[in-house]
């Protein structure tokens, strides 16, 4: 099992197999750029955490706003 952080290195990896130079042994996964990050990260982080992130980002965007960042 690997993580695959680049599409490009997907293809690569599918280069590799289309060549029968790799076998993918498990092909039910889709690359995870194809997956929205709403559903890789969901409930990823406890409630109170997220809130707690929430409310920074919210902060730290008014404060760039704020100072015309």
């Known amino acids: 099992?690997?993580?695959?952080?680049?599409?490009?290195a997907y293809r690569l990896l599918e280069d590799l197999e289309d060549l029968a130079i790799i076998t993918e042994l498990q092909?039910?996964?889709?690359?995870d750029s194809a997956?929205?990050?709403?559903?890789?990260?969901?409930g990823k982080l406890p409630a109170?955490?997220?809130t707690e992130l929430q409310e920074y980002v919210t902060k730290s965007r008014s404060e760039w706003d704020r100072n015309g960042i």
Do not use: F, G, T
């Open 1 to 8: 099992m690997i993580q695959i952080n680049n599409i490009k």
């Open 27 to 31: 092909k039910d996964r889709k690359p």
């Open 35 to 42: 997956q929205k990050l709403s559903e890789k990260y969901a």
């Open 48 to 50: 109170d955490v997220a």
